[in-house]
């Protein structure tokens, strides 16, 4: 096919003219100088078809994290090549993401991001669920992976439930750990930061009833289904989705850095509460992934967080799911 009649099938007649009058050295009107940089991107929703579910990931935003002083059982020496091996250097802007489930029967909502309660750069998720389609007020379920800021803060906004018509879901492990005032009396002075936001993020919830915590795998709702995963905490959880034959797993905090731990999944995080269960869950994990071929997600991927893994020599690759506009 001749360019021409190429540029008339693919963009219409009169874009196909525009285009080669402006090739043909016909200048184009001049931009006004000195437009003011705008510096926001678009909203944080990235949606599609599991099946019959519809999965909508939502961006809470990012936040720059040392991940060279944070990365455990590795060399700082190798994390810094590893970063520079994509193009990347400590602090690295890391993604915090949750993903919105539609049944068709029930809105189910994984993870809620920080709020405030983890910087300035955070605290989206609730307006991009908006901008999404979607109401606070229609979510059925919050599920939770972990009890950390980062997941739990979204739970409240203005001192109210963000969610008031949710039943908060999380493993009872991590409620008792999180949760439990001992705890937090007994923790270090560095520690009690994370006992203090999930208690604000999870009380006014545990005190309206609408609490109900479960024990290790559960189906919560009819296609979605908890794993225990323990080890980034004592009750971390990941979220099996299922429809049609179609799977999703969300895997939480599982992996934390890219860049690192696909290559070399040994490497842990100081965040972890138990390091050598945490890494022994992210191989297994790592590798029914890319065995099995499935859908996975995770929280701290650059936004959307969706994919697949694929094993490379004595590590793996994740494939980003490839845009598509959900019709």
Known sequence: MKPIRWLQTTLGTACAVSLLVLGAGVAAPLAHAGAPLVKTSAPG???????????TALSDGTVALPVDKLLTN?????????????????????????????????????????????GPTLGNLVANLKAAGYQPEQVDAVVITHMHADHV??????GQRAFPNATVHADQHDADHWLSQANMDKATADAKGFFQGAMASLNPYVAAGQFKPFNGDTELVPGIKAQASRGHTPGHSTYVVESKGEKLVLWGDLMHVAAVQFAE???????????????????????????????????????????HLRREGKGYRFVPANYSVVR
Not at 45 to 55: T, V
């Open 45 to 55: 929703f990235y949606r599609m078809m599991l099946g019959d579910f519809e999965i």
């Open 265 to 307: 999944p040994s490497v842990t995080i100081a965040f972890d509460t138990d390091s050598k269960a945490a890494a022994a869950q992210r191989k297994k994990a790592y590798a029914d992934a890319a065995k099995s071929g499935y859908w996975v997600a995770a929280s701290h991927l650059s936004f959307p967080g969706i994919g």
């Open 74 to 118: 590795t060399r700082p020496g190798k994390v810094t090549a590893a970063l520079g091996q994509a193009f990347l250097k400590a602090p690295v802007e890391t993604s915090v993401n949750a993903y919105l489930i539609n049944t068709g029967a029930k809105l189910v909502l994984v993870d809620t991001g920080a709020a405030g309660l983890f």
């Open 153 to 158: 803060g979204g739970l409240m906004a203005g």
